[in-house]
């Protein structure tokens, strides 16, 4: 293990309940009745926080639509800042979603069948942690734990924040419930700035084992 990776205990994803199994089925079946049955694309939402890298998402996106998935970004609103999302919305077609819709408003994204956080500030980390939902992201992703949906997170803070031990505690939390935490605390900027090393490769691998639990968790 490289010196300084946080690798908490390694724990499966939480396999669903046979009912929330069936549930997911029948979204997939009845809200993509536009896509061909012979070609369902899984849906991935790739949530950004207010951090520098949200601004390389384009290239994962793209990354993550040539592996076959049908890809949707949900802002918080300071991640709204650091990312292009006109550009972000005709790579996906989707248009990018920030904020709570209104309750008469119907919904505009088919749900997701797996959620990435990338970047995942310290802000989100320890409020997603606390089960606070009060940005859109925070809800979505606070319902995909209780759905059991496969859910990976790459914590990108600066050196300092990511010693701080409420968030060392919201890592270990996240990890616990399933979470697969991508995290390198020796590859973090200090508090002066830095290189960016964000982690998109070790993203790009996650990505792979996150469509494996996904379709395992579909099998009758
Ligand atoms: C230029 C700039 C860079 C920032 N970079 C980071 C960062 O890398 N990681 C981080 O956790 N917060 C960073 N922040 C602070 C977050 O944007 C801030 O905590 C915000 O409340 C996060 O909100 P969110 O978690 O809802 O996205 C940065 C802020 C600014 C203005």
């Known amino acids: 293990m490289a010196r300084g990776l946080i690798e908490p205990e390694r724990v499966p994803y939480p396999r669903p309940r046979a009912d929330w199994v069936r549930m997911l089925v029948d979204r997939r079946i009845s809200d993509r009745s536009s896509v061909p049955a012979t070609q369902p694309r899984p849906v991935l939402y790739v949530v950004a926080c207010g ?22 970004v949900i802002a918080t609103p300071y991640g709204v ?19 709570y819709k209104d309750p008469a408003e119907p919904d505009v994204l088919p ?6 956080v990338a970047p995942a500030t310290f802000n989100t980390v320890n409020k997603w942690a606390q ?10 992703l606070n319902e995909a ?38 995290l390198d605390l020796a590859q973090l900027p200090p508090a002066t700035g830095g290189p960016d090393a964000f982690p998109w490769d070790g993203l790009r691998v ?3 084992e996150l469509r494996r639990v996904l379709e395992a968790s579909l099998e009758p």
């Not at 089960?131 to 979505?140: C, E, F, P, Q, Y």
């Open 206 to 208: 996650e990505l792979a």
């Open 145 to 182: 734990v209780g759905l059991g949906l496969p859910l990976a997170a790459v914590p990108w803070t600066n050196a300092p924040l990511a010693a701080h031990p409420v968030f060392l505690r919201s890592i270990t939390v996240l990890a616990e419930w399933g979470v697969r935490v991508i």
């Open 51 to 72: 951090a520098p890298p949200a601004d390389q998402l384009p290239s994962f996106v793209g990354f993550a639509q040539e592996q076959g998935w049908d890809v949707c």
């Open 81 to 99: 800042k650091f990312l292009d999302a006109a550009a972000l919305e005709d790579l996906t077609g989707h248009p990018v979603r920030s904020e």
């Open 111 to 116: 749900p997701a069948d797996a959620i990435v």
């Open 131 to 140: 089960g606070i939902s009060d940005t859109l992201a925070l809800g979505l």
